[in-house]
């Protein structure tokens, strides 16, 4: 049996364990025969920054240098541990200052200027998050009129800084949704109806643009549903229905499991997907998320080592080998 652990917030691990689920899929172009069906990206980013965002704003952040210390130590030594890793067995080559910039891709760096972002709120607007949520949904609307917009590809996927300012709407609607979750009512039914609702909007909106039937400058509207897909996968995610799933002894570790190794999973995923097991399709979406999972356990692990050893206690093999 797997070691029992303080009490943890069911519906944040719930949706943090989807989004690696949609972020690990969005990746599989590969593996599937109609490389479409590799999607998911965007809504799992949306989940885990959102799930970032409701955690960090349920206690007092300090000051400034010990909030981002946190963040730092929670962050870094599984950057640093991947480093490692990545350049033994895949033969990445980066320096450190690249490792620092940019180790974990555009995901580390984003989520750590965020990080500040959501501080500075935290200290001036505390009591005023639905007019700091405006607030930065109207400079996205502004910024959103001067980015570059590509006939054939969507700001979803750009690699530009306008999609850390996107995902910071999704931080602050967590943190509203954290200070207020006494006060939100969730059912199943509705909920599940919503979120497959809002999902078929967005996709539906984005294949418009694409298609042409809806201009590119039309494109931002389609944040509305995909505000409204995370919001009603969090109502969804502590219901009574998912909570039970939660509480089941394999469905719930496995649930645990997935959801603590979000970051993990989004670090060693792009060196390990291959095509090798396409003849045994669906089979090489497990076998290869598996794969993924396993490799994300071990990262976890070196990750807990290389940060006790600089640390003054005795090294705590149990913790270090905790599944979640």
């Known amino acids: 049996m797997l070691p029992k652990k303080k009490e943890r917030n069911i519906g944040i691990d719930i949706l943090k364990c989807i989004a690696a689920i949609l972020i690990t899929n969005s990746n599989f172009e590969v593996l599937y025969p109609i490389s479409s069906f590799a999607t998911g990206g965007t809504m799992g980013n949306s989940l885990f920054f959102f799930a970032s965002g409701f955690t960090l704003f349920l206690k007092p952040l300090g000051r400034f240098d010990q909030y981002y210390k946190k963040r730092i130590r929670r962050i870094y030594p599984t950057v640093f541990a991947w480093a490692i890793l990545s350049t033994i067995f895949f033969n990445n080559t980066q320096n450190i200052i690249q490792i620092l910039l940019y180790g974990g891709g555009w995901f580390i760096t984003c989520i750590m200027v965020l990080y500040v972002f959501l501080f500075i709120v935290n200290r001036t607007m505390s009591n005023?998050?639905?007019?700091?949520?405006?607030i930065s949904f109207l400079i996205i609307l502004v910024w959103f009129l001067f980015i570059d917009k590509r006939s054939n590809a969507s700001f979803y996927g750009d690699d530009s800084y306008f999609r850390w300012g996107f995902y910071f709407l999704f931080m602050l609607l967590g943190s509203i949704c954290g200070v207020y979750q006494h006060k939100i009512k969730h059912r199943f039914s509705n909920n599940l109806l919503l979120v497959l609702l809002c999902i078929l909007i967005f996709y539906g909106m984005l294949y418009s643009v694409r298609i042409n039937v809806m201009p590119r400058q039309m494109e931002i509207i389609s944040i509305i549903p995909?505000?409204?897909?995370?919001?009603?996968?969090?109502?969804?995610?502590?219901t009574k229905e998912l909570k039970y799933l939660y509480n089941h002894r394999f469905i719930g570790d496995v649930i645990k499991i997935v959801g603590g190794l979000c970051l993990e999973i989004y670090?060693?995923?792009?060196?390990?997907?291959?095509d090798k097991m396409n003849d045994f399709f669906?089979?090489?979406?497990?076998?290869?998320?598996?794969?993924?999972?396993?490799?994300?356990?071990?990262?976890?692990?070196?990750a807990r080592l290389f940060s006790q050893i600089f640390s003054q206690q005795n090294l705590n093999y149990q913790e270090i080998f905790r599944f979640y």
């Open 267 to 274: 670090l060693v995923q792009h060196d390990l997907i291959t």
């Open 226 to 238: 995909l505000l409204g897909m995370t919001f009603y996968f969090y109502k969804l995610s502590n």
């Open 128 to 134: 005023k998050l639905i007019l700091a949520w405006s």
């Open 282 to 302: 669906p089979l090489n979406l497990i076998g290869m998320f598996l794969i993924i999972l396993i490799s994300a356990y071990i990262l976890r692990c070196t």
